[in-house]
């Protein structure tokens, strides 16, 4: 039974986020959000795979005590609570077990023929109808004269995959994630292409010489046309960065980003910090003449510190470091696996990212069944 409920989720589970990028380009061009029903299909899909689960995964000491810290956060947070109960007080609740548990349900399944065969699966869709939409999502965003283009396209397993095999098709990854105007997706693959560039720089020679070709020739050429909405994100980032005071280029480099921290730091006490402040927890401020209520930060460790306090975020950062640098991988699916993992590791500190990419609990498992 939970076999086959596991392989109807892989299968679906691409068009799914492809799904998502089409919802994107709706909302931004035509004000219509409709990221409810596609996170209320996610979170059906999550209880179905968990339901199936065999009885003796609660039983995991990390399951337990993943399950009695949320306990006492809820708890926490329910004795903090200033308004009227909502979803965020469920899903701050779900998020992160439903991360755990869907781990260790994958390490079950995974195996090294049927994970290689998955990559390849995955990435074909996610790939390809990325850069198929490309056009759609600039033809909608001019006809509909918006300016700001910012669509997260699910290319984390597509960029490790074409890291550790293709020359020719890693450079179009980058230059997919730069259209689609994404900071802190194209920092997280740019950081791990270096790493990795160091790690084999010998191997990886070539392919570091021809990546950087081929997106200095793409950065010229859209510098020529700078009302490219995708790239002017990146490009205007970098321009703003003429000032001298460190605090004014955090600000211009991070936007919103540093107006978070800033906001949640003077309003934890400190015994926030050790318990936080309990799940269902929200900050405001003022950005662009507008007041903003956030309930999850862009720098993932101080969201997840006013949320769950610091004992919870360290176990949570050191059970993923542990998975990632344990041993250097072996076989080309394992470095998949690892890079796929750093990539959404790292984009943790410039987006709320840890429990809401789908691909990464996959790979996760993935990595814990290898060192079994």
């Known amino acids: 039974m939970q076999e086959r409920v596991i392989k109807f989720y892989l299968k679906f589970l691409p068009y799914y986020l492809i799904i998502g990028i089409i919802l994107s380009i709706v909302r931004t061009a035509f004000q219509t959000d409709l990221n409810q029903y596609f996170l209320l299909t996610g979170l059906i899909f999550d209880l179905v795979i968990i339901f199936s689960a065999p009885r003796r995964l609660p039983k995991n000491s990390i399951i337990k005590f993943v399950g ?12 903090n609570l200033d308004s009227p109960f909502n979803r965020r007080i469920i899903t701050d609740v779900t998020n992160p077990l439903f991360f755990f548990l869907k781990i260790f ?9 049927s994970f290689k065969n998955y990559l390849k699966y995955f990435v074909k869709i996610t790939v390809i109808y990325s850069l ?3 056009p759609i999502t600039y033809y909608f965003f001019n006809a509909q004269d918006v300016n700001r ?6 290319l984390e397993l597509g960029f490790a995959f074409y890291l550790h095999g293709s020359n020719i098709f890693l450079p179009i990854i980058f230059f997919i994630i730069v259209l689609y105007g994404k900071r802190s997706l194209l920092i997280s693959v740019a950081l791990v292409f270096v790493f990795s560039f160091f790690k084999n720089s010998k191997k990886n020679l070539y392919k570091f010489l021809l990546s950087i070709t081929l997106l200095l020739l793409v950065f010229t050429y859209f510098d020529n046309i700078s009302e490219n909405k995708g790239f002017s994100r990146i490009s205007n980032t970098f321009d703003q960065v003429n000032k001298l005071d460190l605090e004014d280029v955090f600000e211009v480099i991070g936007g919103s980003r540093y107006l978070e921290f800033k906001t949640i730091t003077q309003e934890l006490d400190i015994i926030d910090y050790v318990i936080g402040k309990g799940v269902g927890y929200t900050y405001g401020f003022i950005w662009n ?10 720098f993932s460790p101080i969201g997840l510190i006013s949320k769950y306090g610091i004992i919870f975020t360290v176990f949570l950062y050191y059970f993923l470091l542990r998975l990632i640098y344990r041993s250097y991988p072996s076989n080309k699916e394992y470095k998949i696996a690892v890079s796929t993992a750093l990539v959404v590791f790292i984009e943790s500190f410039f987006a709320y990212s840890l429990f809401v990419i789908p691909i990464f609990p996959i790979v996760l498992g993935y990595l814990i069944k290898f060192r079994k």
Do not use: C, M, Q
């Open 289 to 298: 003449n507008e007041y903003k209520t956030v309930a999850n930060s862009h």
């Open 149 to 154: 283009l910012s669509i997260f396209p699910p």
């Open 132 to 134: 198929i939409l490309l």
């Open 105 to 113: 349900i994958f390490s079950r399944y995974w195996n090294d023929i």
């Open 68 to 79: 009695i810290f949320l306990f006492f956060s809820f708890f926490i947070g329910i004795i």
